[in-house]
């Protein structure tokens, strides 16, 4: 393609965050090698399990910061406004283009790529805390949330990454209400076109304009299909009854009839692929976020527990 | 036939004519003031309902016999009614002038009913709205037949006709069609003559059944009606045959007939055939025709104010006395700081004397351009701009000096001496681009600045200036282009015999093949270079203002290898091929600059573009990137639709978002939203009242406090990335709102609170806001990325 593409997530600033968790990780799993916790006596309890654990606990809170920065991108105002406005026309002074600063400055981007490779980073700083003991407590649970919380992450940027280019594909420069608009007027054309016909037809027609569905249930939504389609269904039909109404006029009519099902059918499709590639696209955050609220719920419950324990 | 005599006869109601009319009436002179319309202050009365006017300049003051302040449309005409009435004004509706003649002290003004009046003296108060053309078939004046739409709220389940398909008909059928049946009429068979974004509105409403049509159709006639409920028959010659539709109403918006034609066919003369020039005036208002003035917008000065004062002023120049213009004490104030200068009259001599570009002025437009314009003193070794700085401002040196640094294609820097006399910044302002060069001031200067708005109006009014600075100012985008080391006896030589030219989108300034007739030095716009490969037509370069083409046939003297085309509105000088080539023999340093060049562009011809790269330039192109400075750009494969740019942009500005992520085209995965491409040289600014578009010095093209919501912007941008929107009292939402998803409380509502003006809102690339662009910022992906035409083709390779 072209350069259009500036970096992806995965690449951002030459992997900076891939190289920055990967040294990370690497220190911690050195550490722990050459620490060696005499044959898993490590609990969480050790220096180097209370370093790994204040630092993932650290780091997810970090992580979830990222849905605050997301809605609070803006910045602050430039303060040098007033200053520049009291100055002569031509006096302004020029505004230094510095692309971040600091934290606040980051852009976005930036916080998304760091949130992936720090994420994806807790399976093993997180596991290496454990100490591989697990059991049927709090702190397994916090670790299985932070786990599925993972899991889901990782389902999510594989749909980024790939979900839109193939919306583009689908639709190219069309709206689903371009779509929604196309499929109201191929219906009321085939009604209309059908009036002459039996009932049997009028009635067929009736059912694909009345049964069809786009989105629909979460599950219809997600797999992009509705079970025996309505629209597709009348294609079939349609295809078989021409043998039936054969006479005068009749034929052309049939096949009008067909052909403007057929339109349907695709722009149908279409569209129920637009409604599931979007779908899958925001499903996951469902279950990442309330996950993510759960997993901080039972790190704290983790964290004070341990307190007792001391 | 004896025609009734008047003193003055003031021709149209507007702000002008009715203060002059005011002024008159106060005096006791006799005097009338004509009205085409059946209503003083027509167009303010054509305002929507409940508009707000506003009162720009607000420095200015006022001087009239009626008073003026900004407030509601209603509010404003009601005071003006009461005061005319107390007043006596003589005032005649329906009496448009159809012509003037006679001379100073016995003028004839023959009204359209045939009835003439006679004068001593003729104001022209008609201003640049023209005459609302009207259906010109019987019963274009039944009542229920209407030429403008102020509330479409006010209409209501009625059948109504809406004839023309330009953009103001079919923006009153949108408005009409939620609450109406809606018929619109369009002579032509299609829809081309609106814009794009109405246009898609119309598809839509036709498909969904909200309005019908009929193309192709003219009116035939209208009549009374008493069929059922409705007033009104409307009968019409369709491509099947007469139709006649019974409705409420026929609304018929087929524009307006340009004033201009009338105003000469008077004996009016203006500069030059200039659609916006304005006829040359003396200092007391008086045209060419001695006995005939000019005041407001006609005059060349858009402002309700403005308007006013000249129509007080013009009458007491018509009596003789001596009247201070009300401007008096701004351009006294402009001059405070110019040693040994005293008085504005002082100030405004010098500035002829010292500045030769001035001088075919009149002193009206020397004070209009002070007025404009402010006196700089730097002080030495002060940076009066830098080079890339966006500003766009024009500078004329009064005393002293300045020392110019510039740098030429090849990177070679020269640096030049200007003292009094000579100007600078013609460059930024012609090209719409970065500035070329930095400007440092030498001892003892002084300056004067002039916005880019008011020179190019004055260039557009004054044919002497623009051919004064013409000569200038090609020699040194010759110089600067192509070797800033030539002499000034070469540069003239060149220059002589120079051809400008001017080309639209997408015109060809040579193609492939044709015989070499010079080299192009392209002044303002920029093209594409594009070469037939394997039948289809692949681009090879963009090439910008400040640069040259056609060099390649010209050192090879074969044939143009390429076509080059315009990729936005584009000015060029073609230099003669003999003069190039004899400067060229004489001038070794020049040869090799261009000689370097061509064997660059040798061998970058050789790495073409793909023919998908070729493709996705034409797209560009064609969504005005050619005339952008800094245009937002989606790659799709990248960009999850999350629509948080439009999102944190809202909420960036006062919660309305200056762009539209959906709506704009798309090609190979290359999104181009709805939102402002920073044009080089905006269509906002072309038709801006208060003048309230501005370029900053970074290039963002933004929109000052002073809008008065005329929304002429909106109007002239061909890419809709303007909209109309009430100022609010936007909250952001604090770090706890954000953290446990709540908004803030709203402010109830005051339930007297006036209605908010409309103002005009558009992308500033948040100028303002520290780290740059939010929309680029907040996209979690880093789909939304912006581009310039420097470079826009590293991206596009």
Known sequence: MNKMQGATLLKYKNFRYLKATSALILVAITAYALINPAGGESYGGTWLGYTLGTLSTLIMLLLMWYGVTKRRITGAPDRRDARRQSAPAGQERRKPHTKSRGMNGATLQEWLSAHVYLGASLVVLVTLHTGFHFGLNVHTLAYALMLLVITSGLYGLSVYLNYPRLITLNMGEETLEDLMLKINELDELARTRALGLPDEINSLIAKVRNETRIGGTLLQQLSGKQYNCPTSFGVEQLRILSEKYNRGEQPKIMRDLYSLLLRKEKLVLRARTEVMLKARMECWLYLHAPLGIALLAALTAHIVSIFFYW | MTSEKFKIVIVGSGPGGLSAAARAAEHGISHLLLEAAPQLANTIHHFQKGKSVMAEPSVLPLRSSISFGAGIREHILNTWHNELGGLGVNFRVSSAVTAITGEAGAFEITLASGVSVSAEFVVLAIGVQGNIRKLAVPGEDLPGVQYHLDDPEAFRDETIVV?????????????????????????????????????????????????????????????????????????????????????????????????????????????????????????????????????????????????????????????????????????????????????????????????????????????????????????????????????????????????????????????????????????????????????????????????????????????????????????????GCLDTSLPESELSYLVQGAQPRRYAVGDVLFSEGDKADGLYMIRRGSVTVSRIVAGKEVVLAYVSAGNYVGEMALMSSQPRSATVRAASPTEVVLLESVRVAEVLGRNTSMRRKVDSRYLEQVRSDEHALSSES???????????????????????????????CETSCADAHDGTSRLDREAGSTFAQIHVPTSCRHCEHPHCMKDCPPDAIHRSVNGEVFISDNCIGCGNCQTNCPYGVIQMAVKQDYQKRSIWQVMLGLNPAAKPAAADAPELPKIAVKCDMCKDIIGGPVCVRACPTGAAFRVSPENFMEYVK
């Open chain 2, 163 to 479: 004839v023309g398909g330009g953009d103001a008909g079919v923006e009153n059928a949108l408005a009409l069609s939620a609450q109406n049946r809606v018929i619109l009429i369009n002579r032509q068979e299609e829809f081309s003559n609106c814009k794009e974004a109405n246009f898609d509105q119309l598809m839509a409403a036709i498909s969904q059944g909200k309005i019908e049509t009929r193309v192709s159709t003219l009116t035939e006639r209208i009549e009374a009606s008493n069929t059922g409920n409705f007033k009104l028959s409307y009968l019409a010659q369709t491509p099947e045959g007469h139709e006649q539709i019974e409705c409420h109403r026929v609304i018929a918006r087929l524009g307006a007939k340009p004033p201009r034609q009338l105003v000469e066919s008077f004996g009016v003369a203006f500069p030059n055939g200039d659609s916006t020039s304005v006829p040359q005036l003396t200092e007391q208002y008086e045209s060419n025709l001695p006995g005939l003035y000019i005041v407001g917008a006609l005059a060349g000065y858009p402002l309700i104010k403005q308007a006013m004062n000249q129509g007080y002023e013009v009458i007491e120049y018509i009596l003789g006395n001596p009247v201070e213009p009300a401007d008096e004490a701004l351009l006294k104030q402009k001059f405070a700081g110019v040693p040994d200068i005293h008085s504005v009259s002082e100030g405004i001599a010098l500035l002829r004397i010292n500045q030769p570009l001035l001088a075919p002025l009149t002193t009206l437009q020397l004070r209009e351009f002070m007025l404009d314009s402010s006196v700089r003193i730097p002080s030495r070794g002060e940076i009066i701009f830098s080079r890339n700085d966006y500003s766009n401002s024009f500078f004329s040196i009064l005393e002293g000096r300045v020392a110019v640094q510039t740098e030429d294609q090849n990177g070679n820097e020269a640096v030049f001496a200007l003292g009094a006399g000579n100007f600078f910044g013609e460059m930024g302002l012609l090209s719409g681009r970065r500035r070329s060069g930095t400007v440092v001031a030498s001892e003892n200067c002084i300056l004067v600045e002039t916005p880019r708005r008011s020179m190019l109006k004055l260039l557009y009014s004054a044919a002497g200036v623009q051919r004064k600075l013409d000569e200038v100012s090609l020699k040194r985008a010759v110089s």
């Open chain 2, 614 to 644: 070729s493709e996705l330039i034409n797209f560009l192109m064609g969504q005005g990137v050619g005339e952008a400075t800094d245009v937002l750009l989606i790659d799709y494969a990248r960009c999850i639709r999350c629509n948080n």
